[in-house]
């Protein structure tokens, strides 16, 4: 299976706010959001009064969460006959897995915004969702301000458009420009750029990479493998571990023998590592454009491509990128008819043309927008950074993930730890990881 993500998905445009959300009473947990409308005025007895459980990733430390709250207040003050019941939560490994048994046991929600690629595949397989197809043959105008390609990007593996996109997003290095003018560096272009870069910073006490291998290292796993073996073998889903694969994981190791990684990079996480480089401690973060919604020195924060590995296959500026989430009915809400309009008006509400703005904006507006948005003439040095990067890119791949699943990405992901101290051979763990694979089809 080979899957890449067209070139017509740069970014051309970029901004930076966070928008508030409406006034409304909220009721915020940290393993979600409830929201309530206390003030609700009476039925005009056109609808029943429901209630639609929602879910979504937008909650937790997400930029998006505070846009995602006030459109579902303002929704509610819109339809005051709907009630929303909401648990977002930030997306994380464990999360992906509460949702698919939620699917499984036939607790799933009214509305969920969730992966499209193959990260959904287990909650896919509960056959619960309604396509926009039949969607659109009852509300014609459904899904109206999403561009082509931004759904056709966003179909799920069997190729049915079930989702509606918001924005999509692309990973890079993030770099402390300041730290770097300190130390008289170039921003790194290369691997001995990178290289020289490393050795700098630790020699003056700057941690050079801020990197958590014990959560979250799934931005340099793509990125490893892409550079070492190339977008076409990257891509592809082989019997057996590929050299340049292998290539690109045993880069870990280099990596940590350099001194590259903070010193307790396998125990904390990766809000840890994120907050050294947000502080300056750390000069480089591997992440993704959701990222740029922490940063608060814009001007003195760029966003570069990745530099790639020693005799790498990959050409500069190759890019991991997509959009790779939507929002989905299921068959619960659909089938029941006080619900149905509720829902579709939920969705509606989300991806129209002025809620993509805003969800656009409150990312720092370098993600990639699945409507047609206004971009502002300034623009800081971040966002002109990002403008750079994404406008040079010479080709975007999806994450390793989006191919290969969970459960075989999760081999990877557990081991990284142990392929940077040489516990592990890397070729044995993609062999593992691609027997699980082969196991799941």
Not at 164 to 188: A, H, I, M
Not at 190 to 211: H, Q
Not at 290 to 303: A, L, R
Not at 355 to 375: D, H, L
């Amino acid at each position: 299976m080979k899957k890449k993500v067209l070139s017509a998905l740069l970014i051309t445009a970029m901004a930076t706010s966070l928008l508030a959300g409406c006034g409304a009473k909220e009721d915020k947990t940290d393993g979600g959001a409830k929201t309530t409308e206390d003030n609700k005025t009476a039925d005009d007895g056109s609808h029943n009064d429901v209630t639609l459980k929602t879910v979504s990733m937008f909650g937790g430390t997400d930029p998006q969460a505070e846009v995602y709250q006030g459109i579902n207040e303002q929704f509610m003050k819109d339809n005051d006959w709907v009630t929303i019941e909401d648990d977002s939560q930030s997306s994380d490994e464990e999360w992906k897995a509460s949702v698919a048994a939620d699917f499984a046991v036939g607790n799933e929600p009214d509305v969920i915004q969730f992966f499209t690629d193959a990260t959904a595949n287990d909650v896919l397989a509960a056959n619960k969702f309604v396509t926009i197809e039949e969607i659109q043959k009852e509300y014609p105008e459904y899904a109206q301000d999403i561009k082509a390609d931004a759904l056709a990007i966003t179909a799920n593996p069997d190729g049915v458009q079930r989702a509606v996109p918001t924005t999509g997003y692309w990973e890079g290095l993030f770099c402390n420009k300041d730290l770097f003018d300190q130390y008289d560096l170039e921003l790194p272009t290369d691997w001995d750029s990178m290289v020289t870069a490393i050795n700098t910073f630790k020699e003056n006490g700057i941690i050079p990479i801020a990197c958590s291998l014990n959560n979250v290292p799934h931005y340099w796993i793509e990125f490893l493998m892409l550079y070492a073996a190339g977008p076409d073998e990257y891509t592809q889903i082989p019997e057996t571990a590929p050299e340049g694969w292998v290539k690109g994981l045993e880069t870990f190791k280099t990596l940590r023998d350099l001194g590259a990684f903070p010193e307790d990079t396998d125990t904390v996480d990766n809000d840890y590592t994120g907050q050294l480089f947000l502080n300056k401690q750390a000069a480089m973060q591997l992440d993704g454009s959701w990222f740029s919604g922490q940063i608060t020195d814009t001007d003195n924060t760029v966003v570069v491509a990745f530099p790639g590995v020693e005799g790498q296959k990959a050409d500069a500026g190759s890019m991991i990128g997509g959009i790779s989430s939507g929002f989905y009915i299921t068959k619960k809400a659909w089938d029941d008819p006080d619900k149905r309009e509720a829902a579709v008006k939920f969705v509606e509400a989300h991806t129209n043309k002025d809620s993509i703005q805003k969800y656009w904006e409150s990312t720092g507006a370098i993600a990639n927008p699945a409507a047609e948005v206004t971009a502002p003439s300034d623009l800081n040095a971040l966002q002109k950074s990002a403008m750079e990067y994404t406008n040079a890119a010479s080709s975007i791949s999806t994450p390793t993930d989006s191919r290969l699943g969970q459960e075989p990405y999760a081999v990877l992901t557990s081991n990284v730890v142990k392929i940077s101290t040489g516990a592990v051979s890397a070729e044995d763990v993609i062999n593992e990881a691609l027997e699980v694979y082969t196991q799941k089809q």
